[in-house]
């Protein structure tokens, strides 16, 4: 059984800093593609980031691009979003998903299998 744990959110001031780490169990193998999406009270899940392939192909939304960084650790089946200069409209909970076969999308729901239960990203003005 696939599991995906996420930790690291919190309270920061307007400009601060989180990371988010990811940890993946039950599966030998890593997964071919790893997200990040977050939803805002009232709001749909939207797509924030990938890492995609052996190669590592990253993907952001153009609302995060130049702020958030993703990267992910093989050996300890983890996956990270360094968050900076984080705004009020960052607040949401984050949640990673992960697939292990091969699409060629990355952005949408659809596009994953497992999910993490969340974690509180909150950034106040």
């Known amino acids: 059984q696939v599991q995906l744990v996420e930790s690291g959110g919190g309270l920061v001031q307007a400009g601060g800093s989180l990371r988010l780490s990811c940890a993946v169990s039950?599966?030998?193998?890593?997964?071919?593609?790893m997200g990040w999406f977050r939803q805002a009270p009232g709001k749909e899940r939207e797509f924030v980031s990938a890492?995609?392939?052996?190669?590592?192909?990253?993907y952001y939304d153009d609302s995060v691009k130049g702020r958030f960084t993703i990267s992910r650790d093989n050996a300890k089946n983890t996956v990270y979003l360094q968050m900076n200069s984080l705004k009020p409209e960052d607040t949401a909970v984050y949640y990673c998903?992960?697939?292990?076969?091969?699409?060629?999308?990355?952005?949408?729901?659809?596009?994953?299998?497992?999910w993490g239960q969340g974690t509180q990203v909150t950034v106040s003005a």
């Open positions: 039950g599966r030998t193998s890593s997964p071919h593609a």
């Open positions: 890492i995609v392939g052996n190669a590592g192909m990253t």
């Open positions: 998903a992960g697939r292990y076969w091969y699409r060629s999308t990355y952005s949408r729901n659809e596009d994953y299998d497992y």
